[in-house]
């Protein structure tokens, strides 16, 4: 066929790969919060969130209301959500956030990745003074003054908005994420993300060489099943 098309061919295979494990983290996401407030979404404004989520890559609206009604179900897994905190290589620090109906499962593996990588994992809360913790709305770019926009949200707890080519970001305190999210559905904004994001304090530097090492590490956890989000401080 030629290397035209196997180099086609292997990108495609990567997107349905990311495509499927994107697709099975909103799926576990969806199933957290409908545990936790219930299966309507009117009523559930987490559930709503991940919903948006899911739209905004692609995921079927099929597949959504497949996982809503296996949430709801006794089928349903009991998914416990935990935090490993530890270091890799030259001192980069990584925070792994894990969804997992098998915590021995996941600890088992996220302490091999560190180790076999030359890393460490560490206590929980040890690396939390290194991140701070946000939450982040993308919502879509429109007719609107920023400059008034932010001056409305710092009452609700944002602290930063920036706009890109695309969208409006949004940053706000962890704590905050219920009432940004009502003030933007009050205010009928086409919200198109939400979701929790670590941000490092500070930045370690690195080697090309050095930071493909780390990335290697990052891939490991990125990969397993049980992972549903990866922060690291490498800058």
């Known amino acids: ?9 292997a990108r495609k295979m990567k997107r349905w790969s990311f495509m499927a494990k994107t697709f099975t983290r909103i799926g576990k996401d969806i199933a957290v919060a409908v545990k936790a407030g219930g299966a309507d979404p009117t009523t559930n404004a987490r559930l709503r969130a991940i919903m948006q989520n899911a739209k905004a890559v ?10 809503i009604k296996k949430a709801s179900s006794k089928e349903q897994e009991d998914y416990k959500e935990i935090v490993y905190e530890g270091y890799a290589p030259y001192g980069v620090a990584v925070v792994v956030e894990c969804l997992t109906d098998n915590p021995q499962r996941t600890v088992a593996n996220v302490r091999s990745y560190f180790n076999r990588s ?13 991140f701070d913790r946000k ?26 908005i920036f706009a890109d080519e695309e969208e409006i970001v949004i940053y706000g305190g962890f704590a905050d994420f219920g009432n940004i999210q009502k003030f ?11 979701e929790f994001e670590r941000i490092p304090v500070d930045t370690k530097q690195l080697t090309e060489e050095q930071e493909a090492e780390v990335q290697k590490l990052i891939e490991k956890f990125e990969d397993d099943e049980d992972v549903q989000n990866v922060f690291h401080n490498m800058g």
């Open 118 to 130: 030359g890393g460490n994992l560490g206590t929980s809360g040890s690396l939390d003074f290194l």
């Open 58 to 67: 692609n995921m079927p609206k099929d597949n959504v209301e497949r996982a």
């Open 1 to 9: 066929m030629g290397r035209a098309f196997e180099y086609r061919k």
């Open 184 to 194: 933007l559905e009050e205010k009928g904004l086409e919200l198109k993300q939400a």
């Open 135 to 160: 939450c982040v709305f993308k919502i879509a770019k429109a007719d609107l003054d920023i400059e008034e926009l932010e001056l409305e949200l710092i009452d609700y707890g944002a602290d930063e």
